[in-house]
């Protein structure tokens, strides 16, 4: 058990909806980061907060937003979903602000979305 | 420069076998290589990782090694067996501001009975 919590495990909507997925790092962790995993193909990072504040951005799509709340858990947003936009989502943690040797980066079991 | 390579893209070998995946790298503030093991459905996972003032670091069954020079790093697995068959990424991480963590691209292991 990494103690990265995502919920909910899976998710079945219909396209041009709009899902929250959540995240509750381990304990103690202040960074979070959001990949997107689509079926057989690699991690895409979304957005990484730290301590409530955006850190870094990657390939996410305007219609995807995230917080951070002061509790430290985490939020994605996906609006006007696509049938494009089914995949994995993982929510990953660590203590600082990038992960290293003191600082490992811990991953969630991920929650699936499916887009119908 | 921000880019990490993966090869092979999979990889077959038998029970007993000795895989080895190979990542490289061009951005030399990269500082910390961690190698993540993913089953299907699952998170990946934390395998093992190297500074790169160390060239060969083990843990169990699993090695790295790593050529600063080079700039490239290694993961070899020993005495693979048929539970190793994941997909396994190499990454790495840098002081930059911004975007400061990488993940190669993943190599699909599957070990043979």
């Known amino acids: 058990d990494s103690g990265v919590t995502q919920t909910p495990k899976h998710l079945i909507t219909a396209t041009g909806q709009r899902v929250t997925l959540r995240c509750s790092p381990r304990?103690?962790?202040?960074?979070v980061y959001w990949y997107q995993q689509s079926l057989d193909q690699g991690l895409q990072f979304l957005i990484q907060?730290?301590?409530?504040?955006?850190?870094a951005k990657g390939n996410i799509l305007e219609r995807f937003s995230a917080q951070q709340f002061p509790d430290l858990h985490s939020e994605l947003n996906l609006s006007s979903l696509e049938l494009g936009d089914s995949a994995l989502y993982f929510c990953?943690?660590?203590?600082?602000?990038?992960?290293?040797?003191?600082?490992?980066?811990?991953f969630g079991n991920g929650t699936r979305l499916t887009v119908t | 420069q921000q880019q990490v390579k993966q090869s092979p893209q999979s990889l077959i070998v038998q029970k007993g076998g000795i895989p080895i995946i190979n990542c490289a790298y061009e951005n030399t503030a990269f500082d910390y290589f961690p190698w993540y093991q993913q089953f299907p459905g699952k998170g990946p996972a934390l395998l093992i990782a190297i500074r790169p003032d160390v060239s060969e670091k083990k843990e169990g069954r699993f090695t790295i090694s790593f050529n600063k020079s080079a700039k490239q790093f290694s993961l070899h697995i020993m005495d693979s067996q048929p539970g190793d068959s994941a997909t396994y990424f190499c990454a790495a991480s840098n002081p930059n501001y911004g975007q400061n963590f990488v993940f190669g691209p993943g190599t699909r292991l599957s070990v043979l009975p």
């Open positions: 990953a943690s660590s203590v600082g602000v990038r992960p290293g040797v003191g600082s490992p980066l811990h």
């Open positions: 304990s103690g962790d202040l960074s």
């Open positions: 907060y730290y301590n409530g504040e955006e850190r």
